[in-house]
């Protein structure tokens, strides 16, 4: 189950609102049906109001950039406050640190505070800042007497930390139109308003969400949300949700809700029943936040069983780390918790929270390496004396440390050995701003949870270490890089399942096949595990050997198919495979069980190309893989997929299609990498691995001029060859390079006469300044190069005469045969002598 615990505190007491606001208090008015998410989530906070004030380049002004709640004339809140002032904003942006002030501390302010009388206002200035600077500050109005509490002034700071998020995240195009509600949304802080006698329920887009419902599913009854609770718990919601006239003021309750995909999550309910003028309950208001698992409640059992549960979901070091984290900092009252892990003599911290480096020792600050520091265990005696000892040790306020944990707990400081299997596996530290006592019960929750978390961290280092393997196991088996295509760009993506073993069956590959010629492969093997990962090695190996020895596409699928037979295993692939000649755009297909490839068109038209299909590999030794020809102009951009970026549980096949289409459609094709990310989206919780492989056709620059020889084996058949070339090197004007063509040409027929049967062929290209002469024949075997030529040899030096005149030389598998290449580059044309007689041609120079 997902943990989504960080917003849960500080929605459990209401506080009352102040005029024209949706209020929570028990004296206001309830928030109305439609009210902005923004208002009935933050009155749940005791803000009557929230005004976003943002610091602007070369100015020395805060400006206010949104609102919400009631409009910032009710409390007379400036449009602008200087930086400079007095106004807590001001004092709270310098300081980097909140200030909250109670009606009495308001009475005394002097400016940029709510307008007079203020014997029943309270304000929150909280700074808004990055690793990267200071960006503004959030100003909360409250109106309730005794101002805002512990649990609501954590909550604020999340919310600004949220707001900062959103800033930062905009800086470069400007913040969002609304950025104090798209804050709250990415809190993932959902609101409703009940009638229970009507069980007409109106709630927001957050919390059907979190619910698992679809906006058009969704009719407006409370029934409705309550089928997605699982039966157990229904008991518990219903005497929330319909109260008796005896069950006013605040109720909460965590309960759980069962996803389509079968996903079950734990949701926390706060909510405040309004009567009515008759006395009967006639609204009830709340909010639901996403959360781990059990209700954490004041007593000892309720924590550790929310601890229990919350460490038995956590897989990764990360995910223990957070749970700790939540588990301590909110119920202790603690300003920092450190979590680290001991290996080889050294901590590796594994989560600060707050995450900021100002908030932790300047020595730590000074080291910070890439996410978060490390430190050997001998620089913190303190750490390594708890760890040898294996004991709690409770230092209290004004305690004396070492530098390197200086300005972690001025008012107090727990340092908490993690045991496991009798050794130390990691240590976590509390620490507290003001001077804090350690009570019995808290004695105990520090104990009990360092003794689970000791467990839960070497469960998840395991899980780590595992998942590293098959990361690197995953990666060794496709390719590294894509090679670079003239005429086109290739891009590939793959994905993980985030289930089992992070490491699956989907592979893809580009093989260039010679110089204008490409291969695209993209395949599946059955299942994500380590055995489907080791076949997908396999098969993405043979197909690459059969496609380099020179096989059409249909007959390299069938090699492929035949070695899946043979290997007796009980898995399948399946593949599709496209054999492209850049020159022409033509482009030869063959599918073999596989999802179809998509296409998009330059006018941004999109279509899923129908390919004939065959039976997928490993299923029959006899099935045939017919080919489908396709052309391609230059700008289209060519789509191959596995069916686990187009199919879920609770995504047919057919409507995953239409998504893919839809995106290509709107993407934009110059950049292809981007293409492929937005493909992908947001997966969340994959059930499958996902591979992707793109190609956006550009066509060739120059097109090649080509022209081909049958040799015939005949005594004079070298001089015919060579007498084609020198015609061809004419009517190609390109006689310069004449002299070392001819020779390659002599050298390559007579040793393909000589040493081989079969036929010969003789074809000659030109492009961009270069004859590319190539002599295929019928044998396999490569030309033998002479290991030592001396004055005694009769034979060898044609090879070497040939590589000496060529820029390049090569030997390429075709089938039935090879293919030898050799490449000229074509002289430059000097001009022409005065005097020299233009109408001079040289003569057959066979």
């Known amino acids: 189950m997902p943990h989504h615990g960080s917003a849960r505190a500080g929605l459990s007491q209401p506080g009352t609102s102040g005029p024209g606001v949706a209020g929570t208090g028990s004296t206001g008015t309830p928030p109305a049906p439609g009210t902005p998410v923004g208002i009935r989530a933050l009155a749940f906070a005791g803000a009557a109001l929230v005004v976003l004030y943002v610091s602007e380049a070369g100015s020395d002004d805060l400006r206010s950039v949104d609102t919400a709640g009631c409009a910032p004339a009710a409390y007379g809140l400036p449009e602008r406050l200087a930086l400079s002032g007095g106004s807590p904003a001001a004092r709270a942006y310098r300081a980097s640190h909140p200030v909250w002030l109670t009606p009495a501390a308001l009475a005394s302010c002097p400016e940029g505070c709510p307008a007079p009388p203020r014997d029943r206002t309270s304000l929150g200035a909280l700074p808004l800042g990055t690793e990267d600077g200071r960006l503004g500050c959030l100003v909360v109005v409250s109106a309730g007497e005794n101002g805002f509490e512990a649990e609501q002034q954590r909550f604020l700071e999340r919310y600004a930390t949220a707001v900062a998020g959103v800033l930062e995240a905009g800086a470069a195009g400007g913040p969002p139109s609304a950025p104090l509600t798209y804050a709250l949304r990415r809190m993932r802080v959902g609101s409703f308003v009940l009638v229970p006698e009507t069980g007409v329920i109106d709630a927001d887009e957050t919390l059907r969400e979190l619910v698992g419902i679809q906006p058009d599913d969704f009719d407006g009854k409370a029934d409705s949300l309550l089928a997605h609770a699982l039966p157990e718990d229904l008991p518990a919601l219903m005497a929330v949700l319909e109260p008796s006239t005896r069950t006013f003021g605040r109720r909460e309750l965590d309960f759980r809700v069962r996803y389509p995909t079968g996903e079950m999550r734990w949701l926390s309910l706060r909510c405040r029943v309004a009567a009515g003028t008759d006395g009967r309950p006639e609204r009830v208001l709340g909010?639901?936040?996403?959360?781990?698992?059990?209700?954490?409640?004041?007593?000892?059992?309720?924590?550790?069983?929310?601890?229990?549960?919350?460490?038995?979901?956590?897989?990764?070091?990360?995910?223990?780390?957070?749970?700790?984290?939540?588990?301590?900092?909110?119920?202790?009252?603690?300003?920092?918790?450190?979590?680290?892990?001991?290996?080889?003599?050294?901590?590796?911290?594994?989560?600060?929270d707050p995450p900021q480096p100002a908030a932790w020792p300047r020595a730590w600050r000074l080291q910070w390496r890439s996410e978060w520091p490390d430190a050997p265990l001998n620089a913190l005696p303190t750490l390594q004396t708890a760890l040898r000892d294996g004991r709690m040790d409770l230092r209290p306020a004004g305690a004396a440390f070492e530098p390197g944990l200086d300005g972690i707990g001025p008012g107090g400081l727990a340092v908490l050995p993690l045991p496991a299997k009798g050794r130390a596996v990691g240590v976590c530290l509390i620490g507290w701003d003001r001077p804090h006592g350690f009570l019995p019960e808290e004695r105990s929750l520090l104990t009990a949870t360092a003794s689970l978390a000791g467990q839960a961290l070497t469960r998840a280092h395991a899980h780590d270490a595992e998942q590293e393997l098959a990361t690197m196991l995953q990666r060794s088996l496709l390719p590294r890089r894509l090679p670079e295509l003239p005429g086109g760009i290739a891009v590939a993506r793959y994905l993980p399942a985030r289930r089992g073993l992070q490491v699956g069956g989907d592979w893809y590959d580009v093989i260039a096949l010679s110089e204008d010629r490409v291969a695209l492969v993209i395949g599946d093997v059955q299942g994500h595990s380590a055995a489907a990962a080791t076949i997908m090695g396999q098969m993405r190996t043979a197909v690459r050997a059969y496609a380099v020895e020179g096989h059409p596409p249909d007959v390299v699928v069938s090699h492929a198919n035949r070695l899946l037979v043979g290997?007796?295993?009980?898995?399948?692939?399946?593949?599709?495979?496209?054999?492209?000649?850049?020159?022409?755009?033509?482009?030869?297909?063959?599918?073999?069980?596989?999802?179809?490839?998509?296409?998009?068109?330059?006018?941004?038209?999109?279509?899923?190309?129908?390919?004939?299909?065959?039976?997928?590999?490993?299923?029959?030794?006899?099935?045939?893989?017919?080919?489908?020809?396709?052309?391609?102009?230059?700008?289209?951009?060519?789509?191959?997929?596995?069916?686990?970026?187009?199919?879920?549980?609770?995504?047919?096949?057919?409507?995953?299609?239409?998504?893919?289409?839809?995106?290509?459609?709107?993407?934009?094709?110059?950049?292809?990498?981007?293409?492929?990310?937005?493909?992908?989206?947001?997966?969340?919780?994959?059930?499958?691995?996902?591979?992707?492989?793109?190609?956006?056709?550009?066509?060739?620059?120059?097109?090649?001029?080509?022209?081909?020889?049958?040799?015939?084996?005949?005594?004079?058949?070298?001089?015919?060859?060579?007498?084609?070339?020198?015609?061809?090197?004419?009517?190609?004007?390109?006689?310069?390079?004449?002299?070392?063509?001819?020779?390659?040409?002599?050298?390559?027929?007579?040793?393909?006469?000589?040493?081989?049967?079969?036929?010969?062929?003789?074809?000659?290209?030109?492009?961009?300044?270069?004859?590319?002469?190539?002599?295929?024949?019928?044998?396999?075997?490569?030309?033998?190069?002479?290991?030592?030529?001396?004055?005694?040899?009769?034979?060898?030096?044609?090879?070497?005469?040939?590589?000496?005149?060529?820029?390049?030389?090569?030997?390429?598998?075709?089938?039935?045969?090879?293919?030898?290449?050799?490449?000229?580059?074509?002289?430059?044309?000097?001009?022409?002598?005065?005097?020299?007689?233009?109408?001079?041609?040289d003569g057959d120079r066979s």
């Open 567 to 841: 290997m007796e295993t009980d898995l399948f692939a399946t593949c599709c495979y496209a054999e492209l000649d850049m020159d022409e755009g033509d482009v030869l297909f063959v599918r073999a069980g596989h999802v179809a490839p998509l296409l998009r068109h330059p006018d941004g038209s999109t279509e899923e190309v129908e390919v004939e299909g065959g039976l997928p590999l490993g299923i029959s030794m006899d099935a045939d893989f017919p080919m489908t020809a396709v052309a391609l102009t230059p700008g289209m951009l060519l789509a191959l997929v596995t069916d686990g970026l187009v199919e879920a549980a609770d995504l047919s096949l057919d409507e995953g299609m239409r998504r893919a289409l839809a995106t290509l459609a709107t993407t934009d094709p110059s950049d292809p990498g981007r293409v492929a990310d937005e493909l992908l989206g947001d997966h969340g919780r994959r059930e499958d691995d996902v591979a992707l492989l793109l190609l956006r056709y550009d066509g060739m620059k120059t097109r090649p001029i080509r022209s081909g020889w049958a040799v015939w084996r005949l005594p004079d058949a070298v001089m015919h060859a060579r007498r084609f070339t020198a015609r061809t090197l004419r009517r190609w004007k390109v006689e310069e390079a004449t002299d070392p063509v001819l020779l390659v040409v002599s050298e390559l027929v007579t040793n393909a006469l000589v040493h081989t049967q079969g036929p010969v062929r003789l074809e000659l290209t030109l492009r961009g300044g270069r004859v590319r002469v190539c002599v295929s024949d019928s044998s396999p075997r490569a030309p033998a190069r002479p290991v030592i030529v001396d004055w005694e040899s009769t034979g060898g030096r044609g090879l070497l005469l040939v590589e000496a005149v060529s820029e390049s030389f090569s030997t390429v598998p075709m089938a039935g045969g090879k293919q030898v290449c050799s490449e000229i580059a074509v002289p430059r044309r000097e001009p022409a002598s005065v005097g020299a007689d233009p109408g001079a041609e």
């Open 287 to 352: 909010v639901v936040t996403a959360t781990s698992v059990l209700h954490r409640g004041a007593d000892d059992v309720s924590r550790i069983q929310w601890l229990t549960a919350a460490l038995d979901e956590a897989t990764t070091v990360r995910d223990v780390s957070q749970v700790v984290v939540t588990a301590l900092r909110e119920p202790l009252g603690a300003d920092r918790v450190a979590l680290a892990e001991l290996q080889d003599e050294r901590l590796q911290v594994t989560l600060l």
